[in-house]
């Protein structure tokens, strides 16, 4: 059988190692035939990685997408709910490692999937209240939030060096 893992961080500081850890431990386990994948920095819009794994998965180039826990698959029930009817229709079976569910027929397991999809979204959404309060507190105590003004924001900036010098980060002088 041949699984995708999708390991999932959301800040570049952050770090998937221990779901890598854990999920090549369990594909080794089951003597599956596995390729991991990881996406760093991702958002609610952007994730590549996600987005490709999907799209193999649709077409048939994996049998199963396994992911550590819900939360790192889908960021709201609705996707996580999307999603999923999308795979099982395309034979693709999903498995969630710490959430130990597995999409298969089982109405059981999709009311499993459906509460803690809710569980998720609802912890996040308290985090995200939780942020802008503190945010809102520490502006009303006078902090000037965001990065301080310098004397590179008063200068004019070069527009073409940084995208040159970009493309041509692989090339070696001689």
Not at 47 to 55: D, G, H
Request: proline share 2%; charged share 35%.
């Amino acid at each position: 059988m041949k699984v995708y893992i999708y390991c999932r961080v959301s800040t570049r500081e952050q770090n998937p190692e221990n779901q890598r850890i854990d999920m090549e431990r369990w594909a080794k386990a089951q003597g599956f035939s596995y390729q991991i994948l990881e996406e760093k920095e991702s958002s609610r819009k952007t994730r590549p990685i996600k987005n490709r794994i999907f799209q193999d998965a649709i077409a048939g180039k994996c049998d199963m997408v396994a992911v550590w826990k819900l939360d790192r698959w889908a960021r709201s029930l609705q996707e996580l709910v999307n999603d999923l009817s999308i795979l099982k229709q395309n034979k693709v079976e999903f498995f969630s490692l710490k959430d130990n569910l597995k999409l298969d027929n089982s109405p059981s397991n999709m009311l499993m999937v459906h509460i803690l999809g809710a569980f998720a979204e609802f912890e996040r959404s308290l985090i995200s209240e939780r942020t802008l309060a503190g945010l809102e507190r520490t502006k009303k105590n006078g902090v000037k939030l965001g990065r301080p003004k310098g004397s590179s924001d008063k200068k004019r900036r070069k527009r073409s060096g940084y995208l040159l010098r970009w493309q041509n980060r692989d090339k070696v002088a001689v």
